[in-house]
């Protein structure tokens, strides 16, 4: 956009020196973030990284001169193309929001308002501030959804925000935040809740439209993959301190800090395949499942094999089916039809009819270690409680089994044995899990999504740990996870599954070479590189193949 | 749109059905009354025969199903029989009393209900403020009151002790202690009459209403679509209306309809309190006597109501939900 | 400290052997409360001795579960300087204490309770807002009331002392003074105040607990068990909860009659309810974690479920509901007895009292003292839900503040 009077691109738009902010925690103000500089240019786009409790939407929010509940800027200076955020009276604040600095936030579905309609939603922001009329506005907002390629963007915008897909809504609210056409829109996690094919769309739209209207902006994410390809800077944090900061290819070339290399590195993890067993039957077999929710089926005649001390990953996306065929293998789902043979033999489809042993065999750890835990349960108990129940542990020998677990875990036995499980950070708590799921010594382990819900770094060292078990103990994982990355890291063979059904599974080596069912290509092309030039790549790619009528497309459009 | 009719269809089936149960286990239980109401009101002078004719005459000796359906039909048509102790007709002594009852109730909601959303509305708004503070301790305390000491504070205050410096009559109390209203008092003079019942109960809803309203609009507030609405930088007002709203509408009537439903069950005490003529006194003193007929048909008119009002909420809260109003 | 099987047990830290002060203060209110007993012994023996073994009994448990209870050894001052007090009083006023074994026991029990429960929380009392901490105090005296009625009332709460309505301050028969005046029986109504207590609260707080156990005990169970045992109750919970509960109330107790017994087990079964809505809904958020799940995968039995991995994590939803529901109980049961179906008379019930003596307030401007004597038992009442309220209000403003 050729708007001159509003700057030149390289001037300054931003700059927040010592930004220091408070949080509100037990009655009392606890710094969270200790004096951040930020300085951002016109039209370019800054990506700030880290981890949970690095405090990035925080910094994001206060370059909008906001603070959430809870929260207040407490020291440094926030000055927005000449104008000193706080102490700007709330009107001005006010004016700049929606405006000239506009947010896009993670969960678009609870950021819309359920009771208009998106065109409403997206037209309130131009017309109040005066920038346009409403007529201009709708038409300006289906030009936006066209260059956003949502479907039918004449049409979405009478819709309400509950009838349209996530992927769409993040479109939908970027088109909102581009409204009035701000000098900068702050991106918080815009695409952490979408599938990785789903997310694909969205980067490329919020790029594009960045890109065309020359709009600085601040990416907030977690995923140095995904920031690699909108950011021109970046700026690492951790604690609510800067790690490190600088133009985007030179970091990903040369991090100067162990932190940043560490975060690079998270990816690269890789095992390599072990072949399957020779002259020994798979440990658990799953024919022909078919299950349904009451009526609704979700899994067609799922089946695929484990083998003993082999990984099985399943991936796949939201609604795939991946979770739904753990519940039918331990039993808490029952099959429509079809069964789950263990050492050659069925097992009894509810796992109320299974007995000790059978319910031994077969562990389970859980995507969230928060709710995998009772809050009120301490350490001892937790991991005690299967040693007792299996395998009839008691008194000292129950506390040696425990403290054993413990060390196997590599957590200090002294120091957590007699704690509350809520006074763990996230991969302590899912270390405990797995302390658990090794109590009652199982041959085979499920694990559903371990890794989603802890930081990246703490998500390799809990995948590492699981392979010295299984090195250790001969267990057989069962994968399940979205994230390719994870499969690389871990598995043997890959189960990949959509819409309840296994479309592609085979030995690991051979799912990850060409040529792919067009599924697992999509899946494994969506999959986020390092390379500041993966998306690009990508995209041209993608539009090569359409020219030769081979359209892969996600579930979401 | 016809999903939404269904919905609908199938909470007014629930409602109806609802009622059935209810006027089933009423008339169950008053049929588990020990010993013979006619034994009872012929006392001393019974004799089997006597006994034997009262019962005849007032469908004793038919079985159970019997005289529930010909009390169904009959409280259906508007015909309920008469009282057992004073022979009147269950119908006429009901109406006046109903009339009289509802005529406190809605004075009450009139001014009650506006008072406490406002205030409510406001107390949100100004979340920690002094004026929060005081609200919640205020409410608080009034919720914790009974409904009688309530009452005979304002009578104290407001009638009592105003005797001998009254402006208006000579001597007078400023308000009657008792609310003795009769069918040929006129509207106004019935206003006044019943302004320290009224008064009562609208302090106590209003403390219940206004924390209930407090609470919803404070959780609406959290939603991160109404953060988003300040963040593109709308103004306050119309965030209030335009954002939240058409949101807490369904959390609002469900709030009212709670108050209200609570009124009506809240008018009993009162109206004993201040010998009020209404349909809680009526079915108070008819337990007394144990006059199962006027028991039956005052307890079923509450309970009725008291389901009617939860309906109408629960339909009000579907039409207002836009998730059912605009299905995928 | 013997070395017994620890695996069951909290951590170990916290076990330390009970401190010399308390052993004393256990050894202190154990001969007081013998002592207490055994003036009963010449006409009562069976009494005085049931008396010693449950005061043993309390001190014993006392002594043991100390360590458990308590932390910190300061607060083993302040728990032996509180049986201190308690048992110096009892020694000034020994003929009353003594002549009432099983009230200064009841208070003494009371007492310490409501004191161990302060100081288990002491770190969050030391916080509380002046409202929470003044619901505590007047809590506290409700609840010595309440056990030490028959000790503290100067007069019987059901025999004539006097003329009827006798002003403040007034002389009675036997020389002695009505501080609040008599009724229209002639009864003493500072006695009858303080039985009323007694009568009152202990009734509501029994029909609570009464409640809790039957309404959160089937919620559990509905969630935990689901299935047609949860639909079931949970329709007849739908249509008892369609009916007003006090028109219900009322029609029953036309079938039934009125009196204590049945008025508590009438309000419990109604008022159950509510608590089975509410601990089902806890409970169903609770079933569906995982850690539920992991134990349910484990092959653990129902009862393991609930009372290990559900339980703890209602108790505190629980708890404050349990404050609702007492205050709810309490005003309920005192609109019922001031409508004239409640306790039978002459038992002290606040609720009744206020209607007996309704008719006073018109005499205010010619005897200010006599005009307010309806308003005290129904302030009485006031105050202690005001102060329940209060400190419910407090918990639940800590518990939404722990969610965030």
New interface residues.
């Given amino acids: 956009m050729s708007d001159t009077k509003r700057g030149q691109k390289g001037d300054i738009l931003l700059e927040m020196k010592g930004l220091k902010i408070e949080g509100r925690a037990d009655e009392q103000w606890i710094e969270i973030v200790h004096g951040v500089d930020v300085t951002l240019r016109r039209g370019e786009v800054l990506g700030l990284i880290g981890e949970s409790g690095a405090g990035k939407s925080t910094i994001g929010l206060a370059a909008m001169g906001y603070a959430r509940d809870g929260c207040r800027i407490s020291g440094g200076e926030i000055w927005f193309d000449g104008t000193e955020l706080r102490s700007a009276s709330d009107e001005h604040l006010r004016k700049l929001r929606g405006h000239r600095i506009a947010y896009v936030a993670q969960s678009a579905a609870a950021s819309f308002n359920p009771a208009h309609r998106l065109i409403d939603q997206y037209c309130e922001s131009p017309v109040q501030h005066g920038v346009m009329s409403r007529d201009k506005a709708e038409k300006d907002a289906k030009d936006l959804f066209r260059r956003l390629r949502l479907p039918n963007p004449e049409t979405i915008g009478e819709r309400y925000p509950h009838q349209v897909s996530g992927g769409q809504l993040q479109r939908a609210m970027t088109a909102m935040a581009m409204s009035c056409r701000p000098d900068l829109i702050i991106f918080d996690e815009p695409t952490t809740a979408l599938d990785v094919t789903t997310q694909i769309e969205v980067l490329a739209a919020i790029r594009d439209i960045v890109d065309q209207f020359n709009t600085a902006a601040i990416y907030i994410t977690h995923d140095l993959a995904v920031v690699a390809q909108m950011a021109d800077t970046i700026k690492v944090l951790r604690y609510g301190n800067t790690v490190e900061e600088g133009d985007t290819r030179r970091m990903l070339a040369k991090p100067e800090e162990k932190y940043t290399s560490d975060l690079l590195a998270v990816r690269t993890y890789k095992r390599d395949q072990r072949d399957r067993p020779e002259n020994e039957g798979p440990l658990m077999q799953i024919r022909g499942v078919d299950a349904s929710y009451g009526t609704v089926p979700v899994l067609y005649d799922v089946s695929f094999d484990v083998y003993k001390k082999r990984t099985v990953a399943v991936v796949g996306e939201s609604g795939s089916g991946k979770s739904t065929t753990a519940r039918v293998i331990t039993g808490l789902l029952p099959p429509k039809a079809g069964e789950v043979y263990y050492r050659g033999e069925v097992l009894p489809a509810d796992y109320r009819q299974r007995n000790k042993d059978q319910l031994r065999r077969l562990q389970m750890i859980y995507q969230m270690p928060d709710t995998a835990l009772n809050p009120k349960s301490r350490i001892r108990d937790v991991i005690g409680r299967p040693a007792y129940f299996y395998l009839g542990l008691t008194g000292r020998k129950l506390e040696e089994r425990v403290r054993e677990l413990l060390r196997l875990v590599e957590l200090e036995p002294d120091q957590y044995i007699n704690r509350l499980t809520t006074e763990l950070s996230g991969g302590q708590k899912q270390r405990i899990c797995i302390a658990r799921a090794l109590a009652a010594e199982p041959e085979l382990i499920i694990c559903d999504e371990v890794t989603s819900a802890l930081d990246q770094l703490v998500a390799e060292e809990i995948l590492k740990l699981l392979q010295r078990m299984q090195d250790e103990f001969d267990l057989s994982y069962m994968f399940i996870t979205h994230d390719l990355a994870t499969v690389r890291a871990i598995s043997d063979e890959v189960v990949v599954m959509q819409n309840g059904r296994v479309v592609e599974q085979g030995p690991k080596e051979e799912m990850f070479t060409p040529p792919h069912h067009d599924y697992t290509d999509l899946l494994l092309s969506s999959v986020p590189e390092m390379d500041p030039d993966w998306l690009d790549r990508l995209l041209a790619e993608r539009a090569e193949m359409a020219r030769q009528g081979r359209v892969l497309k996600a579930a979401d459009n | 749109m016809s999903k939404i009719l269904a919905t609908i269809a199938q909470r007014l089936g629930l409602g109806v059905l609802?009622l059935f149960?209810?006027s089933l286990?009423?008339a169950g239980?008053?049929e588990?009354?020990?010993g013979d109401f006619c034994e009872t009101i012929l006392g001393q002078s019974a004799t089997v025969e006597t006994v034997n004719a009262c019962r005849k005459e007032n469908g004793f000796d038919q079985p159970f199903v019997f005289r529930y359906a010909d009390w169904l039909s009959g409280f259906a048509t508007l015909d309920m029989g008469k009282s057992l102790a004073n022979k009147r007709d269950i119908a006429e002594l009901i109406s006046v009393r109903l009339s009289n009852t509802l005529f406190l109730a809605g004075f009450t909601a009139a001014i009650a209900v506006p008072l406490a959303l406002f205030l409510g509305v406001l107390a949100a708004l100004y979340r920690y403020s002094l004026y929060d503070r005081f609200v919640?301790?205020f409410t608080?305390?009034s919720?914790?009151?009974?409904?009688?000491?309530v009452a005979?504070?304002l009578?104290?205050l407001l009638s009592?002790?105003t005797?001998?410096e009254n402006p208006i009559g000579p001597n007078g109390p400023w308000f009657p202690?008792m609310a003795s209203v009769s069918e040929d008092t006129s509207f106004g003079e019935r206003l006044y009459l019943v302004f320290l019942p009224a008064l009562t109960l609208t302090l106590v809803v209003v403390a219940h209403m206004m924390r209930m309203t407090r609470a919803a609009i404070i959780n609406l507030l959290?939603?991160?679509?109404i953060?988003?609405?300040?963040?593109?930088?709308?103004?306050n007002s119309?965030i209030i209306v335009?954002?939240a709203l058409?949101?807490a509408l369904a959390p609002i009537i469900n709030v009212i309809a709670i108050n209200l439903?609570y009124l009506?069950?809240g008018v009993?005490?009162v109206e004993?309190?201040f010998n009020y003529p209404g349909l809680g006194k009526i079915?108070?003193d008819h337990?007394?006597f144990?006059d199962?007929p006027v028991?039956?048909a005052s307890?079923m008119i509450?309970?009725a109501t008291?389901?009617l009002l939860?309906l109408t909420a629960d339909i009000l809260s579907i039409v207002t939900n836009?998730?059912l109003m605009?299905?995928? | 400290m013997s070395s017994v099987d620890t695996s069951d047990t909290g951590p170990e830290s916290l076990i330390r052997a009970p401190t010399r002060i308390i052993q004393a203060a256990c050894a202190v209110s154990l001969v007081f409360l013998i002592a207490a007993f055994s003036t009963d012994l010449s006409e009562n023996p069976g009494n005085a001795l049931i008396g010693a073994l449950l005061s043993a009994a309390f001190c014993a448990v006392l002594y043991k579960a100390w360590p458990r209870l308590l932390s910190d050894p300061g607060r083993d001052g302040v728990m032996a300087a509180g049986i201190g007090i308690y048992v110096a009083a009892g020694l000034i006023y020994w003929p009353l204490f003594s002549a009432n074994p099983w009230s200064s026991f009841a208070g003494l029990a009371g007492s310490l309770i409501f004191l161990l429960a302060v100081l288990a929380g002491w770190k969050e009392v030391r916080k509380a807002p002046p409202t929470a901490l003044f619901g505590i105090a007047v809590i506290f005296l409700y609840v010595l009331a309440s056990c030490l009625a028959p000790i503290l009332a100067p007069y019987s709460q059901s025999a004539p002392m006097g003329g009827s309505n006798l002003l403040w301050g007034s002389e009675l028969k036997d020389g002695g003074i009505a501080y609040l005046g008599t009724d229209q029986l002639g009864r003493d109504i500072l006695s009858r105040l303080l039985y009323g207590a007694r009568n009152t609260v202990g009734i509501a707080f029994v029909t609570t607990a009464l409640t809790f156990v039957l309404g959160s005990l089937l919620g559990l169970l509905a969630a935990s068990m689901q299935g047609w045992i949860d639909q079931t109750l949970s329709r007849v919970v739908d249509v008892l909860m369609a009916i007003p509960q006090l028109i219900f109330a009322l029609v029953i107790f036309t079938v039934i009659g009125s009196g204590a017994v049945k008025m508590i087990i009438v309000i419990a079964l109604l008022d159950s309810t509510r608590v089975f809505r509410l601990s089902r809904s806890v409970a169903m958020s609770i079933v569906v974690m995982d850690y539920v799940e992991a134990a349910k995968l484990r092959g653990e039995r129902l009862w393991y479920i609930i009372y290990k991995e559900v339980l703890p994590n209602a108790t505190a939803p629980l708890a404050a509901e349990f404050g609702l529901r007492f205050c709810f109980v309490f005003l309920f049961i005192s609109a019922l007895s001031f409508l004239g179906i409640g306790l039978q008379p002459p038992t002290a019930d606040w609720g009744a009292m206020v209607r007996e003596s309704a008719n006073l307030i018109n005499f205010f401007l010619y005897a200010p003292a006599m005009g307010v004597t309806p308003l005290l038992p129904a302030f009485a009442i006031a105050l202690l839900t005001v102060a329940v309220n209060f400190v419910v209000d407090w918990f639940l403003h800590k518990m939404s503040g722990l969610k965030e």
């Fill in positions: 609802t149960v209810v286990v009423i239980m008053l588990l009354l020990p919640n301790v608080l305390t919720i914790s009151f009974p409904e009688f000491f005979y504070i009578v104290l009592v002790m005797v001998g202690a959290a939603s991160p679509y953060e988003m609405a300040r963040l593109k930088g709308i103004k119309r335009k954002h058409p949101n439903a009506i069950v009993v005490v004993v309190v079915f108070v337990v007394k144990r199962v028991v039956q307890a509450f309970a008291y389901i939860n836009p998730r605009h299905p995928r």
